[in-house]
């Protein structure tokens, strides 16, 4: 892999995004000032090997180095003390060079993210062993972090670590200007990707061939997958990563695929059509129930309003169509409360969106929910990944679904508990709906919301239209 | 991912391919008893993480495990002793099965493979630890291997897991027929991404889009790329994994991309062609000679042959080629004793395929180089991976190259040292050819070789064809 990963020509070609990008990392370098104290040291990580050491997986740069460095650097390391950045990094070796071709240098790099200074690797070992820091996911970076430190980094994040990763969470949540212009680069992307998959079904034989013809936007566009994309007829299987399944023409194909830019800002949606262009009556049915739980969420997201009653509406929403359906039996409200919504809908509403799919995840639920605020027991609310009062600048995926999980609806325990809240005659007319999820990504304004991946349908009959 | 990554639609469909699996497992560990009279414990492997741990890297098993499993079976382990075979694995759970789907069980698996016995992972605490086995990639795994055998795994092979490898290296030299059957299948799917990169030049813009084009094609044969793709018009970047460079008419595109069937077994092929659909006469020239060194060594490959004589005839060619076009000057053999080739062909001539594409390549050179062999540290030798003498059963690469390596051909002691064997004034009319490879998978044969990557031209006149 490269030790730097984007190219010098985009650079040099365009200096005055270079400025911008050392604004960019001055600012956030200064909020974070404001906040703690103590030097921070990032590292930006390194390959992990697949089947062997030099057959790495596609290099990563870890997400918070890559808010405060702005680049993808390879084996890098930063250092943010009072607002001032310092750079720690190799300038590539002539074996290198050879292999994986010329880099910019260390000083180059330094001048363009605005470095106020630029040192060997080396150097990392003769710092003050007293910083905070994050731990990264590659195990050799981490064992170097612990090295660094003189001490291991323990496994869940304290006294300065634990502050610093506060003091971020508190920058992270609201996305800048820059950042927000990279979300919109991976949401055209995969805006356009599940076109491409909808184009793709009518000759398609097997979900790969589907999947493939996404994925090949993203590639094109020299951006990678965000996540392991979910393309699959068996909708149910929430996080389903096979591809082996042929596709019938009274299927559901459900595509969760998005895009990541180069600078690892994120995309993340989902679209579920029918193989033969046109939903049968049962699946048109849910389809319009899933989407009105997801428009009803969309039109309530704003800064003030709890995500957590984002959840519940859906759930609500969700409950209310299924009775009205005949699958369900009882009132909206005391349906949610005994949680029946989440034998079909057992996620949450979704999450917050960023650097990372799920965004800051890494540390655990600390961004996800609000200080003094943990999961829920409930099986309708434990899974949700965020509950937070939303607020401007956030961006958060609104993603309602409608499942038949055999695991769930065939376990005896919960059958006989839902025994008389769900009418099981009627669910089986439904036995064409196994999942439909509908997906976006909103970023919360300072008075509502804009949907940034609207350029992509939702309604039904628009799907329908895209796969024709 | 999934516990278990065939599908099991495909499993029960096929119970003839199964038996067949669990007869060549058996024949292999049989081998492998043959040769070692330890308990051996291999580990199939866990997921890596990417920027967060529940984003991981898409899974691939250990290939030691696979040889003797025979499925990409997710964080499971099997004993191999005195020709029986044991795993460990434990069944979803109903959380796992919620969010991933239904996956064949142990006892299901077992009997597939043709288990003796199938026991929980639980199980392997309560072994002896006295066993030999081969660290895995993931360091999770790596922890648990060292915790099983009671102390740390040394960074080096040593004592049993040293002749461990070398029984594995001794079995794994040779293809059987199930290896050389998937070997085939990968080939097969590596030809058409070929075609289809070839066949998207004439409208792409920039390199990742050929890249996308041929990758769309492993993804849509439900395989995986065996290693990062190489698709650039900086050819003379040995390794470069960059994608962002605009494509030119006068460019020459190489193409190094090489599929990976779902059971692990790896192809790997390079074409080059020009960008236009039409070689320049230089450009021309300079394949010809590439592919006249490509020809000659897989005229010469058969059991017996020692493969280092294949790359130093291949150093042989280019270097009388380069000559008979006024690049250099002297007697061919002359200029491969001083490495003069290797300023325009600075690697091996191929190497060792099989589950890996570089073939065991975990275990450093046990496998690549024979018994008291090591790597020479004269520059035209010292990138050689391979240096053993060929066998039936072997598959190995044949890749001769040209390219002009900026960091070779400008640093000054090179230029120094070469100053009066090169004519720098003629070189410099070959400016537009950067790189330049072409690279076929071979399998020895008892009496010579088979070209399995033969479906894929090579003749200058045939690559243009596809091109246009």
Redesign the interface.
């Given at each position: 892999?490269?030790l730097f990963?984007l190219?010098s020509?985009?650079f040099s070609s365009e200096p005055r995004s270079s400025d911008l990008l050392a604004a960019t990392l001055r600012h956030r370098r200064e909020r974070l000032a404001a906040q703690i104290d103590v030097p921070v040291l990032l590292w930006s990580g390194r390959s992990?090997?697949?089947?062997?050491?030099?057959?790495?997986?596609?290099y990563?740069a870890?997400?918070h180095f890559l808010y405060f460095a702005g680049l993808p650097l390879y084996n890098a390391a930063i250092r943010l003390a009072s607002g001032r950045l310092e750079l720690f990094m190799d300038d590539a070796t002539?074996a290198y060079?050879?292999?994986?071709?010329?880099s910019p240098q260390r000083d180059q790099i330094a001048q363009t993210i605005g470095a106020d200074a630029a040192y060997p690797l080396s150097h990392l070992e003769s710092l003050d062993a007293e910083f905070a820091t994050i731990p990264v996911?590659?195990?050799?970076t981490r064992q170097w972090q612990s090295q660094v430190r003189q001490r291991s980094l323990p496994s869940t994040l304290q006294d300065w670590d634990l502050a610093l990763a506060k003091a971020i969470v508190e920058l992270r949540l609201s996305h800048d200007e820059a950042a927000i212009a990279e979300i919109r680069k991976a949401v055209a992307t995969t805006v356009e990707a599940h076109r491409a998959g909808m184009a793709a079904t009518p000759k398609a034989q097997?979900e790969?061939?589907i999947?493939?013809?996404m994925?090949?936007?993203?590639?094109?566009?020299?951006m990678t997958c965000a996540?392991?994309s979910i393309v699959t007829v068996?909708g149910?299987?929430?996080?389903?990563?096979?591809?082996?399944?042929a596709i019938e023409p009274q299927d559901l194909l459900l595509a969760d695929v998005g895009a990541e830019a180069e600078s690892?800002w994120a995309a993340d949606v989902t679209r579920t059509w029918a193989v033969s262009g046109k939903f049968s009556p049962t699946q048109r049915d849910i389809y319009d129930l899933v989407l009105s739980a997801h428009d009803q969420c969309i039109e309530k997201a704003r800064p003030g309003v709890e995500y957590r009653d984002l959840h519940l509406l859906a759930a609500q929403v969700i409950a209310a169509g299924l009775t009205d359906l005949g699958i369900l039996r009882g009132h909206a409200e005391d349906l949610v409360e005994q949680d029946a919504h989440a034998l079909f809908f057992?996620h949450g509403i979704g999450h917050l969106l960023g650097?990372?799919?799920?965004d800051?995840?890494?540390l655990g639920d600390l961004a996800g929910y609000a200080a003094g605020r943990s999961r829920s027991d409930r099986f309708g609310l434990g899974y949700l990944r965020l509950d937070r009062p939303l607020q401007a600048g956030m961006a958060v995926t609104i993603e309602p679904g409608f499942y038949q999980?055999?695991?769930?609806l065939n376990?005896p325990q919960r059958r006989a508990r839902y025994q008389d809240l769900v009418n099981w005659e009627r669910l089986a007319q439904f036995s064409d709906v196994r999942g439909i999820r509908i997906e976006d990504d909103l970023l919360i304004t300072a008075t509502g919301n804009e949907v940034l991946t609207a350029a992509l349908p939702t309604q039904a009959e628009a799907i329908e239209q895209m796969v024709a």
């Open positions: 892999m490269s990963m190219t020509t985009r992990s090997a697949r089947n062997f050491p030099a057959n790495v997986y596609a990563r870890n997400s002539p060079i050879l292999w994986h071709g010329d996911q590659d195990a050799a097997w790969a061939q999947r493939a013809a994925e090949q936007v993203i590639m094109a566009d020299q996540y392991s068996q149910e299987v929430l996080h389903s990563d096979r591809y082996s399944n690892g057992p650097l990372d799919v799920h800051m995840e890494d999980v055999p695991a769930l376990d």
